[in-house]
């Protein structure tokens, strides 16, 4: 299922939620580089993740390409 169907579901929602802010959400000062692999049909994988991370990270973002982007704040 791409992530975009997982996330129409509310109980997909949450699941995707709890995920990022555990294992986004509070990263050790010693962190620079978060790196994810996935495309998804159409880049779908890429344009998902960035919002789901927008909202729980938070922080300045920045649309480098089509499959990557970058947000500034680390702790």
């Given at each position: 299922m791409p992530l975009g169907g997982?996330?129409?579901d509310p109980w997909g929602q949450q699941v995707v939620r709890n995920c990022t802010a555990r294992f986004l959400g509070n990263l050790p000062?010693?962190?620079k580089l978060v790196v994810l692999f996935g495309f998804g049909k159409n880049g779908s994988y890429v344009n998902e993740a960035e919002r789901v991370i927008r909202t729980v990270r938070g922080?300045?973002?920045r649309r480098l390409s089509e499959v990557a982007y970058?947000?500034?704040g680390m702790e």
């Amino acid at each position: 299922m791409p992530l975009g169907g997982f996330l129409a579901d509310p109980w997909g929602q949450q699941v995707v939620r709890n995920c990022t802010a555990r294992f986004l959400g509070n990263l050790p000062m010693a962190t620079k580089l978060v790196v994810l692999f996935g495309f998804g049909k159409n880049g779908s994988y890429v344009n998902e993740a960035e919002r789901v991370i927008r909202t729980v990270r938070g922080g300045d973002w920045r649309r480098l390409s089509e499959v990557a982007y970058m947000w500034i704040g680390m702790e």
